[in-house]
């Protein structure tokens, strides 16, 4: 595995800001089964730690991550014209800009030349952050923030940006029903500022693990199921040690919203007390293609559980299949 | 001591039995064997492969049975021209449930017993145990009698310790041989499948997420002909009476980090097995293994449930570290067992060549 450059010379970033935005309104588990949208049993997933999750319907996913973006440069008041970049990971081109209700029609229009229409490039305009270099991302599923994250850390080292923002916004596939290895899925977009020298969640270690023989996870369900644990340790491991931590240096573990009993299996492995893991949203907001940990960091901050200072574990797993972990400072 | 004229076994046709008989008759020129037999074509079969020859007598019955199931004529032949037993009979299938399993392990014992106490003059009874008669027993294993406080991880082990507690109850100078789990000779060709062999199979297959087990724990196997060696060498031993033998790695069991790096950098040797990316089991605390077994069974993945069942009465021993004391194998045999990393890899060379046994009609080879 090529190892991620962690040495001393690589620049100091961080995540300055973040802001998400969740589909309509939520709706609960007994619906969902109502409607055929669960391959399991209601119940078992209750049992694992769901309650309900945002579905979209009338929203694009342009639409969240446009609003998510704006909300964050309002919020920092963040001048557009000092974006050095936007990195999105979105829907494919035209499925971007079509609700979720039309996502057939929309698929199809990737036939088209519609296929060309690209969410980065409109986010550039409608934001107004003229000078920012575009880059898409894909194939990276629940892991894409990171990798947008891995690729702003190397641009600000590289060519010396100063600010990246970092948006996704992908919808869970709408013939997918809600459900994905047992965990229950939302639909969102989550957009953050990778900031050179940022004071707040230094980023002090990345790493990506991706077995590309996962590649069909469907056909090989179970090899993923029992792959996901001991990588996942592994990934982790590699992680802490490249910051320089170790397991019971970590205040918080924020998650990716798969289910608390997965958490539970994994903080057992780890051998970190389940009160360490910020697993507040998982009943409430399921999990999203968008950027769960980074949502949970927002939040987890807000609340006060995450204080200065304090050195927090971000980990998540994406289809393709990607393991990755962060070591950021709060 | 001087050999017996006639040993009554049970178990002949064993992996553990034919063993042991072969060795014993090539020792003992002038010894006669009396094979209980409750397959007696199966027993036809084992004595040809092995050449036994006409020293080993058939004798139908079955341990299960009340006075082991012997006819008339054999019970009289036997109570008069017996004068040692040598117990080997036993069901070894790890999750059979505990009222099955003591058929043949506990009731199979007392019968055999029942048996020998008639003939009302001194035999030597050698009784084939397990070490795992511990249990859930932690730290260093003694040998010596257990005490059972801790119970068992499954009906096998209970089944097991059951037995032994008959024999010394009921013949108090009997030679007690517990044998360690049996994955392979010294040269690695492994005669019978087992559990850890299946266990083995997930980890090559890429569906062993974790095992349970502790830092420092380790596993503790022995090879098959090295046992049939050792209990050849010990049933009839003179200065053995009385005693109880750990057939067992000891200090040269396995740690279980070592055994899954081992394993994994043995399996890479495969380049298109290396390129899937199949990740090094983690090793978790019972708990953690017990959570990740139950969420399992849960999701009803039936694949992964097989997986998970097959091992769910073995691996927890995993999480009870344990080391079994050796020293009256050394003192009586000037050594004990090989360590297991002698014959790991070998063991591990030989199921990917046997494609797991696939190659062997019913998973079991010849000796």
Same mark, same amino acid.
């Given at each position: 595995?090529?190892?991620?450059?962690?040495? =001393?010379?690589?620049?100091?970033?961080?995540?300055?800001?973040?802001?998400?935005?969740?589909?309509?309104?939520?709706?609960?588990?007994?619906?969902?089964?109502?409607?055929g +949208?669960l391959?399991?049993?209601?119940?078992?997933?209750?049992?694992?730690?769901?309650?309900?999750?945002?579905?979209?319907?009338?929203?694009?996913?342009?639409?969240l991550?446009?609003?998510?973006?704006?909300?964050l440069?309002?919020? %920092?008041?963040?001048?557009?014209?000092?974006?050095?970049?936007?990195?999105?990971g979105?829907?494919?081109?035209?499925?971007?800009?079509?609700p979720?209700?039309? =996502?057939?029609?929309? +698929?199809?229009?990737?036939?088209?030349?519609?296929?060309?229409?690209?969410?980065?490039?409109r986010?550039?305009?409608?934001?107004g952050?003229?000078?920012? +270099?575009?880059?898409?991302?894909?194939?990276?599923?629940?892991t894409?923030?990171?990798? +947008?994250?891995?690729?702003?850390?190397?641009?600000?080292?590289? !060519?010396?940006?100063?600010?990246?923002l970092?948006?996704?916004? !992908?919808?869970?596939? /709408?013939?997918?029903? *809600?459900?994905?290895?047992?965990?229950?899925?939302?639909d969102?977009?989550?957009?953050?500022?990778?900031?050179?020298?940022?004071?707040v969640?230094?980023?002090?270690?990345?790493?990506?693990?991706?077995?590309?023989?996962?590649?069909?996870?469907?056909?090989?369900?179970?090899?993923?199921?029992?792959?996901?644990?001991?990588?996942?340790? %592994?990934?982790v491991?590699?992680?802490?040690?490249?910051?320089?931590?170790?397991?019971?240096?970590?205040?918080?573990?924020v998650? %990716?919203?798969?289910?608390?009993r997965?958490?539970?299996?994994?903080?057992?492995?780890?051998?970190?007390p *389940?009160?360490?893991?910020?697993?507040?949203?998982?009943?409430a907001?399921?999990?999203?293609?968008?950027?769960?940990?980074?949502?949970?960091?927002?939040?987890?901050?807000?609340?006060g559980?995450v204080?200065?200072?304090?050195?927090?574990?971000?980990?998540?797993?994406?289809?393709?299949?990607h393991?990755?972990?962060?070591?950021?400072? /709060? | 001591?001087?050999?017996?004229?006639?040993?009554?076994v049970?178990?002949?046709?064993?992996?553990? $039995?034919?063993?042991?008989?072969?060795?014993?008759?090539?020792?003992?020129?002038?010894?006669?064997?009396?094979?209980?037999? #409750?397959?007696p074509?199966?027993?036809a079969?084992?004595a040809?492969? @092995? $050449?036994?020859?006409?020293?080993?007598?058939?004798v139908?019955?079955?341990?299960?049975?009340?006075g082991?199931?012997?006819?008339?004529?054999?019970?009289?032949?036997?109570?008069?021209?017996?004068?040692?037993?040598?117990?080997?009979?036993?069901?070894?299938?790890?999750?059979?449930?505990?009222?099955?399993? #003591?058929?043949?392990?506990?009731?199979?014992?007392?019968?055999?017993?029942?048996?020998?106490?008639?003939?009302?003059?001194?035999?030597?009874?050698?009784?084939v145990?397990?070490?795992?008669?511990?249990?859930?027993?932690?730290g260093?294993?003694?040998?010596?009698?257990?005490?059972?406080?801790?119970?068992?991880?499954?009906?096998?082990?209970?089944?097991?310790?059951?037995?032994?507690?008959?024999?010394?109850?009921?013949?108090?100078?009997?030679?007690?041989? #517990?044998?360690?789990?049996?994955?392979a000779?010294?040269?690695?060709?492994?005669r019978?499948?087992?559990?850890v062999?299946?266990?083995?199979?997930?980890?090559?297959?890429?569906?062993?997420?974790?095992?349970?087990?502790?830092?420092?724990?380790?596993?503790d196997?022995?090879?098959?002909?090295?046992?049939?060696?050792a209990?050849?060498?010990?049933?009839?031993?003179?200065?053995?009476?009385?005693?109880?033998?750990?057939?067992?790695a000891?200090?040269?069991?396995?740690?279980?980090? @070592?055994?899954?790096?081992?394993?994994?950098?043995?399996?890479?040797?495969?380049?298109?097995?290396?390129?899937?990316g199949?990740a090094?089991?983690?090793?978790?605390?019972?708990?953690?293994?017990?959570?990740?077994?139950?969420?399992?069974?849960?999701? $009803?993945?039936? #694949?992964?449930?097989?997986?998970?069942?097959?091992?769910?009465?073995?691996?927890?021993?995993?999480?009870?570290?344990?080391?079994?004391?050796?020293?009256?194998?050394?003192?009586?045999?000037?050594?004990?067992?090989?360590?297991?990393?002698?014959?790991?890899?070998?063991?591990?060379?030989?199921?990917?060549?046997?494609?797991?046994?696939?190659?062997a009609?019913?998973?079991?080879?010849?000796?």
């Amino acid at each position: 595995m090529p190892a991620t450059p962690q040495d =001393a010379r690589v620049t100091s970033v961080g995540i300055s800001a973040i802001q998400y935005l969740f589909a309509g309104q939520p709706v609960p588990l007994a619906e969902l089964a109502a409607r055929g +949208a669960l391959e399991s049993d209601a119940g078992l997933l209750a049992d694992f730690g769901f309650e309900r999750v945002h579905v979209a319907d009338r929203e694009a996913p342009y639409d969240l991550a446009l609003a998510a973006a704006r909300r964050l440069l309002d919020e %920092h008041c963040v001048d557009p014209a000092s974006v050095d970049a936007i990195l999105v990971g979105a829907s494919p081109s035209a499925m971007s800009f079509a609700p979720a209700r039309e =996502a057939r029609e929309a +698929a199809a229009a990737l036939l088209t030349t519609r296929r060309f229409q690209y969410a980065a490039s409109r986010l550039q305009f409608d934001l107004g952050c003229d000078g920012a +270099a575009l880059l898409g991302l894909d194939q990276l599923a629940c892991t894409t923030l990171f990798g +947008a994250v891995r690729v702003a850390r190397a641009l600000v080292a590289a !060519e010396g940006m100063r600010r990246v923002l970092c948006v996704a916004s !992908e919808f869970f596939p /709408a013939r997918a029903g *809600r459900e994905a290895l047992w965990n229950l899925t939302s639909d969102a977009a989550c957009a953050l500022l990778v900031e050179r020298d940022a004071p707040v969640n230094r980023v002090r270690a990345l790493r990506t693990v991706s077995k590309g023989y996962y590649w069909d996870g469907d056909a090989r369900r179970e090899e993923v199921v029992a792959s996901y644990f001991p990588t996942a340790l %592994h990934v982790v491991d590699r992680t802490l040690a490249d910051a320089g931590w170790s397991r019971a240096d970590v205040d918080w573990v924020v998650p %990716h919203n798969v289910s608390s009993r997965s958490w539970a299996v994994l903080m057992g492995l780890l051998r970190l007390p *389940r009160a360490r893991l910020w697993d507040a949203n998982i009943a409430a907001r399921g999990h999203s293609l968008a950027g769960d940990n980074f949502i949970n960091l927002r939040d987890a901050t807000e609340r006060g559980d995450v204080r200065p200072g304090e050195r927090v574990l971000l980990f998540s797993y994406g289809y393709g299949a990607h393991w990755t972990a962060m070591a950021v400072e /709060a | 001591m001087r050999a017996p004229d006639t040993l009554l076994v049970t178990g002949a046709t064993g992996l553990v $039995g034919s063993g042991v008989v072969t060795r014993l008759l090539r020792a003992h020129p002038a010894l006669h064997v009396a094979a209980l037999a #409750r397959d007696p074509a199966r027993l036809a079969a084992v004595a040809a492969r @092995e $050449g036994w020859g006409a020293r080993v007598l058939p004798v139908p019955g079955d341990v299960a049975l009340p006075g082991l199931g012997l006819a008339s004529l054999d019970r009289t032949r036997l109570a008069r021209t017996a004068s040692a037993v040598l117990h080997c009979a036993a069901d070894t299938v790890f999750s059979r449930p505990l009222a099955e399993a #003591r058929r043949t392990n506990t009731d199979g014992t007392r019968h055999l017993l029942e048996v020998v106490d008639a003939w009302r003059r001194p035999v030597r009874v050698a009784h084939v145990s397990t070490a795992f008669v511990a249990g859930r027993a932690t730290g260093d294993i003694a040998e010596g009698a257990s005490d059972g406080a801790h119970g068992w991880v499954n009906g096998y082990e209970r089944s097991k310790w059951e037995a032994e507690a008959l024999v010394r109850a009921h013949a108090p100078g009997a030679v007690v041989l #517990r044998s360690s789990t049996i994955v392979a000779d010294t040269d690695g060709t492994v005669r019978q499948h087992n559990a850890v062999h299946r266990a083995l199979r997930a980890y090559h297959a890429g569906l062993a997420a974790m095992l349970p087990g502790t830092p420092g724990g380790a596993l503790d196997t022995v090879p098959g002909d090295w046992t049939c060696d050792a209990i050849a060498r010990l049933a009839l031993a003179p200065d053995a009476a009385g005693l109880t033998f750990h057939l067992c790695a000891g200090a040269g069991a396995l740690p279980l980090d @070592e055994l899954l790096d081992r394993t994994w950098a043995r399996w890479a040797r495969d380049e298109s097995w290396r390129r899937r990316g199949v990740a090094r089991p983690a090793i978790a605390d019972l708990g953690t293994w017990t959570l990740f077994e139950r969420s399992v069974h849960e999701t $009803g993945n039936a #694949r992964l449930t097989r997986v998970l069942s097959a091992l769910s009465h073995f691996v927890p021993q995993l999480a009870l570290p344990k080391r079994f004391e050796t020293a009256n194998v050394e003192r009586l045999l000037g050594a004990g067992a090989p360590p297991v990393r002698d014959y790991w890899d070998a063991m591990l060379a030989d199921l990917l060549a046997s494609s797991w046994g696939a190659r062997a009609a019913g998973g079991e080879r010849a000796a």
